[in-house]
């Protein structure tokens, strides 16, 4: 049974870092995308950035070159590092799981993805 478990949210100023962790208990096979999305205040759900298990990642235009996915086998957890956070980056921060073949594009619709952590939230402020 796949589950997701996020950790590392909190407060920071505008300009500071943090870095979100997504530990997945079983990664699904024969391989794997794990999606982060956000849900400000008042806003629907939002793809952020993505990771493939071959090693490819994907990020929205609203945190590339600030946002980082990288994955440490060793633990089976997918991190976003956020560096240059701003007061638009606050709210709920979710990772996903999904099943992906090789080749498969890591895609940002929610729906996509079949499995769920829990959230964690970030304040910029």
């Known amino acids: 049974h796949v589950q997701l478990v996020e950790s590392g949210g909190g407060s920071v100023q505008p300009g500071g870092s943090l870095t979100l962790s997504c530990t997945i208990s079983?990664?699904?096979?024969?391989?794997?995308?794990v999606g982060w999305f956000r849900q400000g205040p008042g806003q629907g759900r939002e793809g952020i950035a993505g990771?493939?298990?071959?090693?490819?990642?994907r990020y929205t235009d609203a945190v590339k070159g600030r946002f980082t996915v990288s994955k440490d086998n060793t633990k089976n957890t997918v991190y976003l590092q956020m560096n240059g956070l701003k007061p638009d980056d606050t709210g709920m921060y979710y990772c996903?799981?999904?099943?992906?073949?090789?080749?498969?594009?890591?895609?940002?619709?929610?729906?996509?993805?079949?499995?769920w952590g829990q959230g964690t939230q970030v304040t910029v402020s």
């Open positions: 990771f493939h298990s071959q090693g490819r990642t």
């Open positions: 996903a799981a999904r099943v992906c073949y090789y080749g498969t594009s890591i895609v940002f619709s929610s729906s996509s993805y079949t499995y």
């Open positions: 079983t990664t699904p096979t024969p391989g794997y995308c």
